[in-house]
């Protein structure tokens, strides 16, 4: 067995006192054996969960002979069938160490196999250290041929006789303690083929032990079969050490490169020292392949590694569980078990092997205590500790059948133990593995919101940084310096551009990347990639051909803006790698069945192509066609890979074929279900139909600052709408539940409730799927982005033109009223000296000189007042507030076409985006409020000019 209650240690639990019922031949108490037909007499009067343990976990039982006052008699037993221990009462002749031929002298009958710790001689109790003879008389059955028998480890040498002439030695038994030499192995001898009586002699010395005598049972049986069990024993024993050899090697090389949990280097060593003991321990595999081994050394060895054993494995449950595991019990565990190491070191052997039993109880409580710190880790969800627990369940069972074998009750089943120790070690590795990969998911998962934390974090300034540049671009500037500018600008927007696509990236994998499912038209939605792309093609003087499958549905549900995403992606590229040529994009119907659509598109250019040997890792990251690439073309490597993620995410696939110098072509299929209803985008049928019967669209618009409402108001009002203002989000959402609008114009920054949020509201909250048209100040590729993102469908830059609306308006109501001609406004004439002039403003309100003035008249009444508050706030540095007060100013001004003040406005809007210096902002303020108040009285005058012209009502 591998654990230490078979070893010699502690082998005297085996058999037990020499009870009552022994003598009389009642063989309770004595062990089974797993061989078949070799049980002893059943446990007949032990509790019935001792009988339901072993009928579950031993071999069959039958009753077999016992040797009686020396003699076995085994004349009627099938010894080609059965292996019989040769158990029961032998002569003994303490302190004599007979020869075969010597006259029989005084003797006892003695139980076999006993210690000699629990033995008596002449009534009076022996030591364990002495000498004796024993002898046994076997009758066999006629004409026995081909027997053997398996002669075990005793304490702690013997020599046997048999039929006169020694059969077996194991060490050297002598009288003193200097010429015994003990040794401890399991042989199979052959027995002579003469004769039916076999005459047995053994020779016992036990000087260096502890305990003393015999430990196991001698078996005989057929040669044939008592060798293939005993191969079997070591090959079970050689393939466990093997297993954990290896486990103990890798755990302790995974540590090494890991360094990461301890409980890897502790479990590691606890295999490579648990090894020994499979090999070390009864049967001695070990010794039989090594024979000439010291026993001093080994007998150390074997104690050491039990001892050292424990104190790793309770490290080892420590560093698993610290919060569950208790430190003192584990701190005086550990330091029990080097105590007992330490005599092992220090004391000679017949001192030390005397702590076995008492080590073996203190190892059992703690086995005890740590199926508990599993079960509390287990309760409290630490992870792996379901199979902790498993596994010291296990444990435990295997302990138990031990504890069985122990007291002599079963013999398990060696293949038990095999599977029981095999498990326990299976599971605890199992513990590891998932530790392993729960603190590298955990590390990765770290990792992406690192990464998600910073790119979002350096979007920021990088914005300040381009709007900068395009400051700085508008200035006049020498020929150098716009080229440098010019640089910061690219420079700027690539690298927003990976920011962007690492933030993608880290939601992918972190799969927090929502896909929405909405109506939408892959006609508009192609229309829009084409707008978006065409100036980039005609700059670089290529053909740019978008054609759609007309039977294609009209309508339908995913999500449109992955799509853009994905074919920008395609179509960038497909335009950044070709020179010249044509770059088309076709949209195919592929199959139709159940409602569902599978839609093929087809990117293809006439460029550079790509390498061969790199095509089929092209979607990889960071993967580009060679090395050159990035200095010619930039880019990073990062675009296909999030494509291909997209297109997977949408239940979809995407294949390239290319061909070097002639062109490439990407092709992808998605499938998307077949709306019924309206798209979002497209919200054609429908409004269409309802629009031809002559009734207006409904709008809501939703803005805080009152001029851009009165703006937005007129306009509609021309265009033949009606339209609702709601002051805020909170206020639309009111509106939204009270009625129904055909098309909702949302300002972005708004106090109460921004566009995002109420966006989001209405799209999940109020499941509305109302055209939502982002109208915003700022013109940046992200917040674009956020507002598609937020469920809207389009964006507006503010201060808009009435013409821009009419036109969006149409893309989602295609067949609303067209804009009636207006005529070209009347040049208002104004003083050279002025900045401000009417024309810009005429310009937005299409020459509506009625509408002009009362929007001056609203601005200067709005900025006087907005420029008092500004002034109150610096005083106390409250760029908050004055931030909010600017943006507000920021459509007005541009509408007005105050560039000057315009352009100090977002310079400042830069400066607080990039959180510069509040002096430096607070000074920049103080010069925009300046410009802007040199502008009132001339506004003011232009106005009142305006008026006068005004026909009198
Ligand atoms: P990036 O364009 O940022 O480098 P992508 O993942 O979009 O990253 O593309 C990876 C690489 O694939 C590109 O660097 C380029 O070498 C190659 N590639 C992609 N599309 C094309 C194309 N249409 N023609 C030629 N090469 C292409």
New binding site residues.
């Given amino acids: 067995m591998y654990c230490n209650h078979r070893n010699k240690s502690i082998s005297g639990l085996q058999t037990g006192p020499f009870s009552p019922e022994r003598r009389t031949g009642n063989a309770f108490g004595r062990p089974w054996f797993d061989r078949p037909g070799t049980v002893r007499n059943a446990c007949k009067s032990r509790s019935l969960l001792f009988v339901l343990l072993c009928c579950c976990f031993l071999q069959g039982y039958a009753s077999q002979p016992t040797a009686v006052r020396g003699v076995l008699d085994l004349r009627n037993t099938d010894l080609s069938k059965n292996v019989v221990a040769l158990d029961g009462e032998w002569r003994w002749y303490w302190h004599q160490l007979r020869k075969p031929e010597q006259p029989d002298a005084g003797f006892e009958f003695i139980r076999f196999p006993q210690l000699w710790n629990a033995a008596t001689w002449q009534r009076q109790p022996i030591s364990a250290q002495g000498y004796a003879t024993y002898s046994l008389t076997v009758l066999l059955p006629a004409h026995s041929v081909g027997l053997a028998l398996e002669v075990p480890d005793q304490y702690s040498t013997y020599r046997l006789f048999v039929n006169g002439k020694v059969f077996a030695q194991d060490g050297t038994p002598a009288t003193t303690l200097a010429e015994t030499q003990p040794h401890w192995s399991t042989q199979l001898v052959e027995l002579p083929a003469t004769g039916d009586t076999l005459q047995l002699l053994m020779q016992l010395a036990n000087f260096h032990h502890a305990k003393g005598g015999t430990a196991q049972a001698m078996r005989l049986g057929e040669r044939t079969r008592l060798a293939a069990v005993l191969t079997m024993d070591h090959a079970l024993d050689l393939f466990l050490t093997g297993c954990l050899f290896m486990s103990g090697l890798f755990f302790l090389g995974l540590f090494g490169f890991s360094r990461t949990d301890r409980a890897i280097l502790y479990y590691g060593l606890f295999c490579l020292i648990y090894c020994y003991r499979i090999v070390g321990t009864h049967p001695y595999v070990l010794h039989t392949i090594l024979p000439d081994l010291s026993w001093q050394l080994t007998v150390r060895f074997e104690y050491l590694s039990l001892y050292l054993g424990v104190a790793i494995f309770v490290v080892y449950t420590h560093t698993l569980y610290p919060q569950d595991t208790n430190r003192k019990i584990s701190a005086v565990m550990t330091w029990l078990c080097v105590g007992f190491a330490g005599t092992v070191l220090l004391l000679p052997t017949v001192l030390f092997t005397k702590f076995m039993n008492l080590f073996l109880a203190l190892m059992v409580s703690y086995i005890g205590y740590a199926f508990y710190v599993y079960w509390l880790a287990a309760k409290r969800h630490r992870p792996g500790a379901r199979y902790s627990q498993m596994s010291t369940a296990l444990l435990m069972v295997v302990f138990g059948l031990i504890i069985l074998q122990y007291f002599g009750v079963a013999m398990p089943a060696k293949a038990i133990l095999f599977i029981g120790y095999l498990g326990f070690f299976f599971l605890q590795s199992l513990v590891l593995a998932y530790r392993f990969a729960f603190a590298l998911s955990e590390a990765r998962h770290t990792e992406k919101q690192f990464l998600a934390n910073m790119s979002h974090e350096i979007r920021t300034p990088l914005n300040a940084i381009i709007g900068f540049s395009n400051l700085l671009d508008t200035a006049a500037l020498t020929g150098q310096q716009q080229e440098f500018v010019r640089y910061i600008h690219t420079a700027g927007k690539n690298l927003l551009?990976?920011v962007n696509?690492i933030l993608d990236i880290a939601k992918i994998e972190a799969g927090k990347l929502p896909l929405e499912i909405i109506p939408f038209s892959i006609q508009s939605l192609s229309d829009s990639i084409r707008t978006m792309l065409l100036p980039t093609a005609v700059d670089k003087d290529l053909q740019l051909v978008v054609d759609v499958d007309p039977t294609l549905p009209p309508v339908l549900l995913g999500d449109p803006t992955r799509l853009t995403q994905i074919l920008l992606?395609?179509l960038?590229?497909?335009i950044?790698?070709?020179k010249q040529g044509r770059?088309s994009l076709r949209i195919d119907q592929r199959d139709v069945s159940n409602g569902f659509v599978r839609v093929r598109f087809v990117?293809q250019?006439t460029?550079?192509?790509?390498d061969p040997g790199?095509l089929p890792y092209?979607?990889e990251?960071?993967?580009?066609?060679?090395d050159s690439?990035?200095r010619f073309?930039?880019?990073?490597?990062?675009?296909?890979?999030?494509?291909k993620s997209l297109v997977e995410l949408q239940g979809g696939w995407i294949r390239?074929s290319?061909v070097p110098g002639e062109?490439?072509c990407?092709t992808l299929e998605i499938p998307y279900e077949i709306g019924k209803g309206e798209s979002d985008q497209a919200a054609t049928k429908s409004l269409a139909s309802w629009k031809s019967t002559g009734q207006t669209l409904r709008i809501l618009v939703v803005e805080d600052n009152p001029m851009n409402q009165k703006l937005a108001l007129s306009v509609l009002s021309r265009l033949g709408h009606s339209a609702q203002v709601a002051e805020n989000g909170e206020q639309a959402l009111e509106w939204l539940q009270r009625s129904t609008f055909d098309l909702i114009l949302m300002d972005i920054q708004m106090p109460v409730m921004d566009g995002y949020t109420t966006t989001r509201h209405i799209r999940t909250t109020l499941r509305k799927k109302t055209p939502i048209i982002a109208m915003t100040a700022h013109a940046l590729a992200s917040e674009r982005e956020q507002c598609l993102q937020a469920g809207m469908n389009d964006f507006l830059s503010k201060p808009f033109l009435p013409n821009d609306l009419q036109q969006l308006i149409r893309k989602y109501v295609p067949s609303g009223p067209e804009l009636e001609v207006v005529a070209e406004p009347e040049r208002i004439p104004v003083a050279d000296a002025a900045s401000f002039t009417m024309e810009p403003l005429l310009k937005v309100v299409e020459g509506d000189l009625f509408l002009a003035t009362q929007l001056l008249e609203l601005f200067l009444s709005q900025t006087i007042e907005q420029l008092q508050q500004i002034r109150q706030v610096m005083a106390v540095n409250e760029l908050n507030v004055i931030s909010q007060v600017l943006h507000s100013q920021k459509a007005s001004i541009k509408m007005l076409g105050l560039d000057k003040a315009s352009l100090q406005l977002e310079e400042i809007e830069a400066l607080i985006g990039a959180k510069a210096a509040p002096t430096l902002i607070v000074a920049r303020v103080q010069t925009y409020t300046l410009t802007l108040e040199a502008e009132l009285p001339r506004i003011e005058s232009v106005m009142l000019s305006a008026v006068q012209k005004l026909p009198s009502a």
């Fill in positions: 551009t990976i696509d992606n395609l960038s590229n497909a950044k790698f070709t770059v990117v250019d460029g550079i192509g790509i790199v092209i979607f990251r960071f993967r580009q066609a060679s690439t990035t073309y930039g880019g990073t490597g990062l675009g296909l890979s999030i494509v390239v290319s062109g490439s990407f």
